[in-house]
């Protein structure tokens, strides 16, 4: 081995032991939150939302707009995006209701953060598609439907 390519490379190594053991390569705040085992575990919609958001009143709103296929070839991916004008965005959630599992997905927002999200779900029929955006001290939800013609997580 040449003596400097083995110089470059226990500088690098020493520099990254050395950053690592500061704590400078944790990304703290890109840390999985919590998993709401209980949501995941839900049978129904009804059941996630309460896991997942507690006793919240669920009031429908117009600030909640979802783009979603209205036929989607493939259950398997189905992809969607959701957007809000609420300010104080805080939690989005996404529920299918005749999924085997209803809760999709989530993500929490950080403080100053938009409300938009875009993810690929799984459907394993045609079903509403309905989305959680809690903001304020608030639930506020939105649903599309979204007819599927080849299965996704029912076969």
Known sequence: MKRRVFLKSSL???TIAVAAAAGLLT???????NWPEGAFAAKSEADAVKAYFGDAQ???SDAIKIKAPLQAENGAV???KVSTTLTGV???AIV???NPA???TSVQVMAGAGGLYSTRIKMGQTSPVSCYVKAGGKV???SHVVKVTVGGCGG
């Open 96 to 98: 299918v209701e005749k």
């Open 58 to 60: 669920v009031v429908d």
């Open 90 to 92: 805080e939690t989005i």
């Open 27 to 33: 990304p703290r705040r890109l840390l999985a939150a």
């Open 78 to 80: 189905v992809p969607l």
């Open 140 to 142: 506020h939800k939105a």
């Open 12 to 14: 690098a190594a020493g």
């Open 102 to 104: 209803p809760f999709a």
